[in-house]
């Protein structure tokens, strides 16, 4: 065979061979370019999606302020009781001195005001209630424009519709013109997104609340998830007798991680609020709920990573008269570690995205302050974008965006120190 | 060639350290020992030879219990330590496999510092009161798997960062740092260069003078270098056992004959 010119028998020169070569290669090139469409269609999706949300998003990051001088009048300010002042009366009196021209007129003076957000009055009774000797002083405040005044600055109101159709007639796009002529408006970086908790106001509303939510629920997932699984991977992989009872178990967690999230959440609703009467709305809960979920995961990942360990390593320990107990915890678990963390971690980012669960257990309540302990009601993430996906206020369209940015931040720096940890302390056996 | 005279018995002989008697190795349905007889001497070395999968690491791994941690394996017949039933129920298989230490094919020691891969067993077995004495004890296993002088300067460097050569000195080390009476050895070299081969089978020689050393091996060159014993091994039998000088040159089963002839195996 490898001598064809005195044998004979195989031709490779023969012109069919030739065909079938050509056919070979183009069939190789054919696979080689359905393979880039692929990967160019996932990845143009991907941009797609990442665009379309930045370019809505990216108005949440900023937010418009006016700048005021504000008269504390202690005509309407009681230094006794500054808690009770009228202070929606003290920014109209601001607003007459600088349309002094509208003085008169309740109904004008009315649409004026709305100009500022409707949140301005307290955050300035908060600074006074901190500070009464301000009362009878005239301070610089910024505070917040209302939403549609805020759209209008981000150029999100077309001035060309029709004022019929308009949400802001023309006097009111002239009044905040005049203002942004004084110079008052400014535009600064919406750090509020994340230091507020939500509000009914989108130019108020902010994420702290959620992003504690979430934090608190994370925890008690992983408090609960990481030790159960943990214990439970060791017992099955390490010390359970390979009986039926054991494959059966085997079988089951395998199907638990594939139970649709929302069924963990009827059962944490039935079971923990139903028959403990737990909160409703409480991180701590909606973290129980989530370990449920994590836990097959984890259980799965750390007994992928303990399998990982090689057999000679056992041996070894083993060999030297170490007991099965030293065996797992002295060598093979922390081997197993940086794998256990990373599919942790993995676990961990699918519970913070998780939306439906923590939809029935009622953490997609409107709570305006951030949660203090994990006992408290408080929304999450995922459930605060749903609820702001599903406000009418146009603010909150942005916001939406903004919030699932936030949270995709999140998951990419989770996953992006579980691909660290991966590299770090992959092994070479 | 032989350093034991063809006829064995001239030879000194030693006090027995491990006696088997009739033991049966079963892996599920699989007969992998059958009915093997041996008397394994103190301060010899003692080489299992045979063809591949005949049975060899089985009955090794049968001497520390070390088959204990496979599930399907099922061993039957009397093992005897010093007199000794080891699969007695009084029998702890966690002390007896510091009382038999053994060293694997492939070198394996921990990733962890080479100090801590020898003192990990004393640790365990909680051999040293202070740390004063868990160095000497360190440095004397060292010293005997004939490695301190390489590593001396490096104790804290990790293990997994020597030549095989030395890895498989430093698990040599590891195994005689719990002081043990009787060295098992499964194809020690297989994973060596000749260099490195040469130099463990030195130290082989050496740890004959306080060690009971059974060594698996698939080269007869290497059973006839440093075994004073040597058994052959054909499909779970025990076909031979003897001086090795006697089993190279005068075998009595026509079965030897042929594997050490080169004819089967
Ligand atoms: N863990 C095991 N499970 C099942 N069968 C095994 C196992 N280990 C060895 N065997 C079987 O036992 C026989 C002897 O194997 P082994 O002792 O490894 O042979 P050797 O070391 O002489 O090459 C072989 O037939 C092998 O297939
Ligand atoms: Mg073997």
Redesign the interface.
Known sequence: MTDQTSSGSFDWTAPEFAARLNKRKRSQIALKLAGLAAITIAFGMLFLLVASLISTGRHAFTQTFVQIEVFLDPAHIDSNDPARGNYRQVLTDTMVKLFPDVADDRAELRRLTTILSNGAQFSIRDSVVADPALIGQTVAVRVPVSDPYDQLNKGLIDRETPEANRRLKDDEIANFDLLKELGMVSKPLNRWLITNADSRFPELAGLKGAIIGSFYALMTCFLLAFPIGIGAAIYLEEFA??SRVSDLIEININNLAAVPSVVFGLLALAVFLGWFGMPRSAPFVGGMTLALMTLPTIIIATRAALKAV?P????????????KH?VVF??VLP?AMPGILTGTIIGLAQALGETAPLLLIGMNAFITSAPATPFDSSTALPTQIFIWADSPERGFVSRTSAAILVLLTFLIFMNAIAIFLRNKFE?KW | MYDTPASGKTAVTHEVKIAARKVNVFYGDTHAIKDVDVEIEDKTVTAFIGPSGCGKSTFLRCL?R?ND?I?ICRVEGLIALDGEDIYAPSIDP??????V????Q?P????KSIYENVA??PK??GMARTRAELDEIVERALRRGAIWDEVKDRLQEPGTGLSGGQQQRL?IA??V??EPEVLLMDEPCSALDPIATAQVEELIDELREQYSVVIVTHSMQQAARVSQKTAFFHLGNLVEFGETGQIFTNPHDPRTESYITGRIG
């Open positions: 007798p390979k090689p000679s390593i056992r041996e070894a320990a083993l060999g030297v008269g170490a007991s030293q002295g060598h081997l092994r | 520390n070390m941690t599930d966690v002390q007896l496999r510091a009382k230490g053994m060293v694997f492939k394996n020691p921990f990733p990990y067993g365990i077995h698990c590891r195994a740092a719990t």
